[in-house]
């Protein structure tokens, strides 16, 4: 951390700044790795709250939770195909555990079918679908009949599915694998796939969803309808930690015989779900949507034009809305950009199964302004490295 550039401490931080106990201030371009959406601290979500924490922050687990209920009826309403239901818990490889468990559940069936460089978390059940040896080795056995195959290859989807598959999980734009988009078709074909082989579908939105990619959640990219949708980080406005698995009705019938079959202390708290609730009418009311469109495309192509006259040091640029990502030339050359992009006080991180790729996960509420000093500060880190590695 210290050789990066980041040996301060963070001691608070508003909107889209990050603040040491010095007082100086990082733009903060990774976001929380996809946690801060709205920025640190969003006025409303801060309300909401305080207001909750007067009034109960803790669920007694026995009376009907209309924080939790409110919730689970507004996801409902924002979320694609017939996902109706939902669990909540506290942490994104929690929400991954729950729709495993879930589809095995439903189709007693114990195959699961995960990416190459995937990510869904690193507990011992997500472990197990997540997709790099460097996690997944020191831990091993895990659990049994979780198989990898190549992200966005159609045709190895359909070798290795079959009916012992209980459930594809798929992030529909994989984040820590390296910011990286499927073929149009992929997802598409995975759903029909699904479907045919009598397996489930579960779209890991952790990263990508509650507008991060200029959608609601990634999947409508494609108008894809998964069976289970995992949610988690943004989630709870970069506020409160929340996470969730949603299912159809369909599916959620698995818990009927037994609705205490799953189940979690902290899970579906007040607190939690007040934040999400309102982290939610943020996204709405400000619009955050759209501008992560907009702002998104304007990153895109300043970074773009950096890759354009420094083909050398940068591959590739490639992303959708704020989940964007700068493919380096060579591995070696990202802690240089990252330590560069420190002295400049934004914050830039490389992701976590791909460190050749520099992350650009900016609060959704950024502006030109913002989005101007990012980019400055990456053409010259690029350029430093440049004249460092020459
Ligand atoms: N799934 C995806 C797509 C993620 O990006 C992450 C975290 O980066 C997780 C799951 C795990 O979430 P958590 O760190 O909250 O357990």
Redesign the pocket.
Known sequence: MKFSGYGTTEWQAQGAYVENPAGEKYLDCAGG??MFSLGHRHPRVISAVKNQLDIMPMSAKVFFNRPMADLAERLAGISPGNLKYSFFCN??????EGALKLARLKTGRTGIIAAHN??????LG?LSATGREIFRKPFAPLIPEVVHVPFGDTDALKTAIDQKTAAVII?PI???GGIVIPPDGYLKAARELCTKNGALLIA?????GMGRTGKMFAVDHWNVEPDIM?L??ALGGGVM?I?AFMGTPEVWDAFRENPLIHTSTFGGNELACRAALETIAVIEDEDLIANAVRMGDYLMSGLEEIRRDFPDIVAEVRGKGLMIGAELTKEKFGGSVIMEMAKRKVIGVYT?NKPRVIRFEPPLIIGREEVNICIKAFLESVAETRKRFS
């Open positions: 790795y996809g942490s994104g490889t929690e929400a991954v995937a990510f869904h978390g690193k507990s997500a992030e994989q984040g820590e890991d939105e952790i990263q990508s995992c988690a980080k930690p996470g976590l």
